[in-house]
């Protein structure tokens, strides 16, 4: 019985256990199958989502097989993007190959291909089914699937990137043209090297090639007049339109120009761009004008310097009939003799310097003695129509840069005006006064005035309203102030007088 009963517990224990693994393996089948399900469906939501992806992309994509000799099959599989950019429906597009595709010829494409180890990028372009033609940047990856090679090509479209690539080029190629292609000459100054010339400048400087000027420095072909401004600029930088310069050629030629100075880089550092106009025969005419018009006065002076001379000499004329006479000369008479000599001799010497050749070279002038001595030279002309010039001296610096002839010459023409423009007798007020670094010489008259439509044709060559008059001495004198870095002012009434005031830089000013 106990035999029984020990056999049965056993049984039934083993029952027991057997019931529990059938449990166990039902659960893990069941487990197994629920994780197999949402493995699937996992998977399925990736696929999806891989899908949408791989279509949505703003790059075309697609991929193929290649051989061993370098073809490729028809497309495996390629994105929306790329059937939508191409103009091919999917299906069209998987009976094409890369090559039906490529604008730029397959024997271009087929050595890029075969040679893709891992990934490579190179630019093509598409054509579309409707024959337009698209520029694409390429990205291509090679893989590898059961001894099979593919490849996968992403392919951006860069037309955006081309058009101004290709704006770029025209732009730079339209800048270029226009720079060689200027009359002006066009240069790139660095560190007082030129660094770049146009076709212009290396005439201008008569070099034959841009390697004879470039790398140059500029100090020794600037007339040293200008280097220390020149230097200035440079350091200050700012845009300095219409500057004098005059300068060496390379086949010691010498030129003047009008210059333009603007701040530039050149290859990533500071630089200045000079745009040079040659203004050498304009100068040249220029000063033959003035030369000419000099000689005018000259001559129109010498009628007045002759009666000026002939005073004195009447006088002492007489001084010699007296003592021939018996009269013995005393202190008093030698004096007078002596004062008259001096005259002439002023006189003469005035005239004669202004008669002389022009001279261009640029010195230290003391505008206020210049101005006094054009006054001893018109005086007589002046007292002849009882007109007094009157001198007010208001000005402490009067050393201006400049050609002292050409300056009388301006200020012999603003006087000689203002006299012939005095109907009755009166005063010509020449003033001197210092402002802001300049100093203003104004020449006031009481004579008859201007209206405003002959204030507008100041300075135009050949307006007169004297019977022999030129019409040239204001456009001489404009010139001339101009070219001393001066201006001319005018201001008039009718009938009631005229103040030209000349306005020069002063010496202490440019120093600074
Ligand atoms: N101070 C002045 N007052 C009034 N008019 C003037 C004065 N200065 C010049 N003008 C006017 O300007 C014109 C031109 O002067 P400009 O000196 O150029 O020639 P011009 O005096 O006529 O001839 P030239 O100088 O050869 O004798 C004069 O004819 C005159 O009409
Ligand atoms: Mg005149």
């Known amino acids: 019985m106990n035999n029984v009963n020990v056999h049965g517990e056993e049984t039934e224990k083993l029952r027991k256990e057997n019931d529990q693994l059938k449990l166990e393996i039902e659960y893990l089948t069941h487990e197994l199958n629920a994780s197999k399900e949402s493995r699937v469906q996992e998977s399925d939501k990736s696929d999806k989502r891989f899908k949408r992806l791989f279509n949505h992309l703003t790059d075309a994509v697609y991929y193929f097989k290649i051989y061993d000799d370098g073809s490729t099959s028809t497309f495996i599989e390629v994105n929306e993007t790329a059937c939508q950019r191409l103009g091919y429906t999917r299906e069209e597009m998987l009976t094409l190959s890369p090559k039906q595709i490529d604008g730029c010829g397959t024997e271009e494409l087929k050595p890029v291909i075969k040679d893709v180890y891992d990934s490579i990028t190179f630019e093509t372009v598409h054509v579309c089914k409707n024959g337009d033609r698209i520029p694409v940047e390429i990205k291509t990856h090679r893989f590898e699937v059961e001894k099979e090679m593919y490849l996968l090509s992403v392919c951006r479209d860069i037309t955006e990137r081309k058009n101004s690539e290709r704006e770029i080029r025209e732009a730079k190629e339209q800048f270029e043209n226009i720079v060689e292609s200027s009359t002006n000459g066009i240069t790139i100054l660095q560190d007082g090297k030129w660094v770049f010339a146009n076709k212009a400048a290396l005439t201008l400087f008569d070099a034959k090639t841009k390697e004879e000027l470039l790398g140059r420095n500029i100090y020794d072909m600037l007339h040293p007049e200008f280097h220390m401004e020149c230097k200035e600029i440079v350091k200050n930088g700012g845009i300095h339109p219409r500057l004098y310069r005059v300068w060496t050629t390379l086949s010691g030629r010498e030129i003047h120009t009008e210059v333009v100075s603007i701040p530039t880089t050149f290859q990533g550092k500071e630089a200045n761009e000079l745009i040079m106009q040659d203004i050498t025969e304009q100068k040249k005419s220029d000063s033959m004008m ?44 030698l004096n007078i003799m002596e004062a008259e000599l001096e005259r002439i001799d002023v006189i003469s010497s005035e005239f004669l310097t202004l008669a002389q050749p022009a001279n261009t070279d640029f010195t230290t002038v003391d505008i206020r003695d210049l101005v006094n001595d054009v006054i001893d030279l018109l005086d007589t002309e002046a007292f002849k129509k009882s007109i007094s010039l009157v001198v007010e001296n208001n000005a402490i610096e009067t050393a201006v840069n400049g050609i002292g002839t050409q300056l009388k010459q301006v200020f012999i023409n603003l006087i000689k005006n203002a006299i012939e423009v005095m109907q009755n007798e009166g005063t010509i007020t020449i003033a001197f006064e210092n402002h802001e670094g300049f100093i203003l010489i104004s020449v006031h008259d009481e004579g008859v005035g201007m209206s405003e439509e002959q204030l507008k044709r100041l300075g135009e060559p050949f307006f007169t309203t004297k019977q022999n008059g030129t019409g040239l001495g204001l456009m001489v004198t404009y010139r001339i102030i101009n070219q001393h870095n001066g201006v001319v002012d005018v201001e008039s009434k009718v009938n009631v007088g005229t103040t030209f005031t000349v306005k020069l830089p002063l010496i202490a000013e440019k120093v600074k």
């Not at 310097?305 to 008093?332: C, D, W, Y």
Request: glycine share 10%; hydrophobic share 50%; proline share 5%.
């Open 290 to 333: 003035i030369q000419a018009e000099k000689m005018n006065v000259v001559g129109q002076l010498a009628a007045g310097i002759a009666h000026e001379i002939r005073n004195p000499l009447t006088a002492l004329k007489g001084f010699v009939q007296l003592f021939r006479s018996g009269t013995i000369p005393n202190e008093m008479f």
